[in-house]
């Protein structure tokens, strides 16, 4: 399977998706437009080892609710990755057995050069 999770109004999602075209039996999924299931979310912290290393520290909401002051559980990164889509640090590839998390220059060329295999 090769998806990404992605937000489609993000200016660096949409760069990393131009750089990673063309590719074949790619499925999208706008995280904003469709929610992330129960089920995908388990499915990428599997792959990732834990919900906090698909959560995203950059969120407005983060320091807004002063989470950045408490100490969270991994039961604590899932319920609020499962409740707002900024939690979830973008863009989410996987490509078949693997997982790309987040827009580093260095993940992004991984995660194409997976595709691209």
């Known amino acids: 399977m090769k ?4 937000l ?3 200016n660096t999602c949409q ?4 750089e990673l075209q063309p590719v074949n039996d790619l499925k999208l999924q706008d995280i904003k437009t469709k929610n992330i299931t129960e089920s995908q979310l388990n499915e990428m912290k599997g792959l990732a080892g834990s919900y906090e290393a698909l959560f995203s ?7 807004e609710k002063g989470l950045h002051e408490k100490e969270l559980s991994e039961t604590d990164y899932k319920n609020l990755i499962l409740k707002h889509y900024t939690f ?13 998390i987040g827009n580093s220059k260095k993940t992004a060329a991984w995660a194409r050069e997976a595709l691209q295999d």
């Open 8 to 10: 489609g109004t993000c």
């Open 15 to 18: 760069r990393i998706l131009k």
């Open 3 to 6: 998806k990404i999770y992605h």
């Open 88 to 100: 979830l640090k973008r863009p989410v590839i996987i490509v078949n057995d693997q997982i790309f």
């Open 57 to 63: 520290r950059r969120a407005r909401l983060y320091r």
